[in-house]
């Protein structure tokens, strides 16, 4: 609530009270208080808890209706009743899910009773299926009256972070569908192995974070129904996407209009026409990160072959390389380069994407390195790898505010597929690690270095004009 607050402020330039008033920051404010309650709830006594269970479920109630409130269905001028309780089925589901998945994974690691097991299996897959039929119908019934049409899928911002959350609620339900799998071994016979189960669940529970941070963007979005949202045609797609050479040719840094015009970016959040000379910039930082992204997917696999092995296990440090560069090329306008300062430049929310993206790189960079070298006596540092990159991820997913109209959508359409194949990378890399015994964690290994070599070859296909 306090960074939304802050962001109110330093991008739309109001007062603390204003931004504090806004219907958002009430609507987190109360959802704040809601949860702290259910928190306490949680501390209660199994005998406690479930004699005033009542009050936890009016409190999970209530703070369902809090996340709506900021949402489309409730901000519309004239607020539509069936739109409002189809938003509210719709989180209600996501939360018995999603929510469910990880209570799920403890519940079923606190019991050594197959039988037990079972049962527990058995009824949160029943409450599952239920949750993910109610999810799709109430998806379904929003975007028929929030999309005029199909195109709006691929051509405004909007559509194409709902496109992008239905990708991902497909590979959920892939995950879903093998353990489901599982669970009816698992009913035949209780002493059926459960390990991929917990550990296809654990996935789940990342690719749905990574789906309700989609989910959150998706409601900042402007409505392709209300005009107001800015769209492109699949004539400007096409001719943005042809394919052509990458051009590692970067214009100095007296040629940008950072280094021409203080005045232009003298306030953060502020948007001008790119010259030519900002336009190759850009395109060239993304050329460059490509070829060390391409390395690294090509240096991974390499590793993976003995002989090769012990020159290749360094491939961690081409990252650690590449967020030097970011430092350095990725904001032009603000430190160290241009003339806004280092935390004169944190009120853009475009820029602290940008820095936080890099801490993720450089973060991974040296953790996976020392995973590479055997430095690490526990096994948790491993895990710095999936997570930063799924949270790379869903911040490239939500990666707005380069420009203004049409061009944001084509922009918002490059770094998509680069984020999916970021997700797809860290939920291998995961199951690598959770069942490096099994073929599924061997094809994992495999995955992720074909994923980031992917990514590699899109950021050198990367075009701003």
């Known amino acids: 609530m306090g960074v939304l607050t802050a962001m109110l402020v330093g991008t739309l330039q109001v007062d603390f009270a204003v931004a504090a008033s806004a219907d958002a920051v009430v609507s987190h404010f109360i959802a704040m208080i809601l949860s702290g309650a259910l928190a306490l709830y949680a501390r209660l006594d199994a005998r406690s808890f479930f004699m005033w269970r009542g009050g936890a479920v009016a409190l999970a109630l209530l703070l369902v209706c809090a996340h709506v409130g900021v949402t489309h269905a409730a901000s519309r001028p004239v607020a539509s009743a069936l739109l409002v309780t189809t938003e509210i089925v719709h989180v209600l589901?996501?939360?018995?899910?999603?929510?469910?998945?990880?209570?799920?994974?403890?519940?079923?690691?606190?019991?050594?009773?197959?039988?037990?097991?079972?049962?527990?299996?058995?009824?949160?897959?029943?409450?599952?299926?239920g949750a993910v039929g109610a999810l799709i119908i109430a998806g379904l019934l929003m975007m028929t009256r929030h999309t005029p049409d199909l195109s709006a899928l691929y051509e405004t911002n909007y559509g194409m972070l709902l496109t992008t959350k239905i990708v991902l609620l497909f590979g959920l339900l892939c995950f879903a569908a093998a353990n489901l799998s599982t669970t009816r071994k698992l009913w035949r016979a209780s002493s059926a192995p459960i390990r991929r189960l917990l550990r296809f669940a654990e996935v789940e529970v990342g690719l749905g974070l990574v789906t309700l941070f989609c989910a959150a963007a998706l409601a900042?979005?402007?409505?392709?129904?209300?005009?107001?949202?800015?769209?492109?045609?699949?004539?400007?797609?096409?001719?943005?996407?042809?394919?052509?050479?990458?051009s590692f040719h970067s214009p100095a840094y007296a040629e940008l209009s950072a280094a021409q015009s203080v005045s232009s970016v003298a306030e953060p959040g502020t948007s001008s026409p790119l010259s030519p000379a900002?336009?190759?910039?850009?395109?060239?930082?993304?050329?460059?990160?490509?070829?060390?992204?391409?390395?690294?997917?090509?240096?991974?696999?390499?590793?993976?072959?003995?002989?090769t092995a012990p020159m290749m296990r360094h491939w961690p440090l081409l990252f650690l390389l590449l967020g030097g560069v970011l430092v350095?090329?990725?904001?032009?306008?603000?430190?160290?380069?241009g003339p806004i300062g280092f935390f004169e430049s944190l009120r853009d929310p475009q820029i602290v994407q940008h820095k936080v993206i890099t801490l993720l790189i450089a973060t991974f960079a040296i953790f996976e390195w020392q995973v590479?070298?055997?430095?690490?006596?526990?096994?948790?540092?491993?895990?710095?790898?999936?997570i930063t990159t799924g949270a790379a991820a869903a911040?490239?997913?939500?990666?707005?505010?380069?420009?203004?109209?049409?061009?944001?959508?084509?922009?918002?359409?490059?770094?998509?597929?680069?984020?999916?194949?970021?997700?797809?990378?860290?939920?291998?890399r995961w199951l690598e690690i959770r069942l490096?015994?099994?073929?599924?964690g061997r094809i994992g290994g495999y995955v992720w270095p074909v994923a980031f070599m992917l990514s590699g070859f899109l950021l050198l296909l990367y075009r701003e004009q």
């Open 93 to 129: 589901a996501a939360a018995i899910w999603i929510g469910g998945i990880p209570f799920f994974l403890v519940a079923l690691g606190m019991t050594k009773s197959g039988e037990a097991r079972r049962l527990i299996a058995s009824k949160f897959s029943r409450n599952a299926m």
């Open 220 to 246: 900042s979005a402007s409505l392709p129904i209300e005009g107001g949202a800015e769209r492109t045609s699949l004539s400007e797609i096409t001719a943005r996407f042809a394919p052509r050479w990458p």
């Open 278 to 307: 900002d336009i190759a910039w850009a395109e060239m930082n993304h050329h460059l990160a490509g070829v060390f992204v391409v390395l690294v997917g090509v240096f991974a696999l390499l590793e993976r072959h003995r002989r």
């Open 328 to 337: 350095i090329r990725a904001d032009e306008t603000a430190w160290p380069l």
């Open 372 to 386: 590479r070298r055997g430095r690490f006596k526990s096994d948790w540092p491993a895990f710095v790898f999936p």
């Open 395 to 428: 911040f490239l997913l939500t990666h707005y505010g380069h420009t203004e109209g049409a061009d944001e959508v084509l922009i918002a359409i490059s770094h998509t597929p680069i984020a999916l194949l970021g997700v797809v990378s860290a939920s291998a």
């Open 436 to 440: 490096s015994d099994t073929f599924a």
